[in-house]
């Protein structure tokens, strides 16, 4: 290892995600959006998505996918990431932020 480098650390292991923003968090692919909404409405969703991860990256750290295990099949918790309160699944992601120095 190289003398300097920081080691990322886990500052939030239970961040669940709604599937639009895993779509994005994972592949920043937002292409199944405009399955099921217009054309309008995809993009705006998009927009929506893209700045709350900028702002969560921003102010807390950088999102990553996390266990797939720890997935909730249906909930009506709402999205960590965008906020959407629509019931169904959420995907466990995790925020890394900056650790100790190597």
Known sequence: MSEGRTVPTIIDDNFMVC???LMIIANDDASG???SLG???A???EREIREAIAEIQ???GQIAVGDS???EEFTSRPCACCG????GP???CVILGSGRER
């Open 19 to 21: 599937t639009d923003c």
């Open 33 to 35: 959006l405009a399955y």
């Open 39 to 41: 054309e309008e409405e």
């Open 43 to 45: 993009e705006a969703r």
């Open 58 to 60: 921003r102010e807390e």
């Open 69 to 71: 295990d720890r997935d």
């Open 84 to 87: 959407m309160r629509l019931a």
């Open 90 to 92: 959420r995907h466990h």
